[in-house]
């Protein structure tokens, strides 16, 4: 079973606000990942890490932000909350082993709605 | 750039019954592919891989893909399926050197007595 939490799992919240969404693994996994996906929609990736103070933007663009201060800690930031982000947010990480296909772990995900 | 087609977005069977979710990809360089399951308000569980040691991939909850080169597919099927199967899968291959996975849309998966 994997390791990976994600805070919270439901949030409701009013425009304007400012919120993180907290996402740690135990497994000491280099890399990490945020999804953003909407109700029986794709998974978009929006954020990655490769490792500490590595953060990348990923294919779908997003106004919020991350940070990778330790290993197994990577929190998604949204400065000030929109009804357009609604949606839920998956969070991921996978061990990078060269020559190994190593297994990518999914949280169980925070549903986000904003008022 | 790789895509992943999930033809399909919602599959109904009947208990029992043989359930087949399609999954195509777009390579001309045969990715790592993989199946994975997302029961409701939970996050994704990996049902399967393929890492190209086997072209037939057995998984977990009877699962299997077989990954056709030819066809550029990997598809998923369950001999019988189970009430408990009822669940919303996604295909993904691993894209960006290795680095990112590109998910499918997503099949919804019915299944009724």
């Known amino acids: 079973e994997a390791d990976i939490y994600q805070t919270p799992r439901y949030l409701v919240i009013g425009t304007g606000k400012k919120i993180t969404l907290e996402c740690s693994q135990t497994?000491?996994?280099?890399?990490m990942y945020w999804y953003q996906q909407d109700p029986g929609m794709e998974l978009h990736l929006i954020h990655y890490s490769y490792g500490v103070n590595s953060t990348e933007k990923g294919d779908l663009s997003s106004e919020s932000t991350v940070s990778r201060i330790r290993t197994e800690h990577f929190p998604l930031t949204l400065e000030s909350a929109r009804p357009s982000h609604t949606s839920q947010y998956l969070c991921?990480?996978?061990?990078?082993?060269?020559?190994?296909?190593?297994?990518?772990?999914f949280g169980p995900g925070t549903r986000l709605l904003v008022l | 750039a790789q895509s992943v087609t999930q033809l399909g977005s919602h599959v109904s069977v009947s208990e029992g019954a043989l359930v087949l979710l399609r999954c195509n990809y777009s390579s001309s360089v045969p990715p790592y592919l993989f199946w994975y399951v997302q029961y409701p308000n939970q996050g994704l569980q990996l049902l399967l891989k393929y890492t190209s040691a086997a072209t037939l991939v057995k998984g977990i909850n009877g699962f299997e893909a077989e990954f056709k080169k030819s066809e550029t597919s990997f598809h998923l099927t369950k001999p019988s399926a189970h009430m408990s199967d009822a669940a919303e899968y996604f295909c993904?291959?691993?894209?960006?050197?290795?680095?990112?996975?590109?998910f499918g849309t997503g099949t919804q998966l019915k299944v009724e007595l």
């Open positions: 497994m000491g996994h280099d890399k």
């Open positions: 991921a990480s996978r061990q990078r082993v060269a020559g190994v296909l190593e297994t990518q772990y």
């Open positions: 993904a291959a691993l894209t960006g050197g290795g680095n990112k996975l590109t």
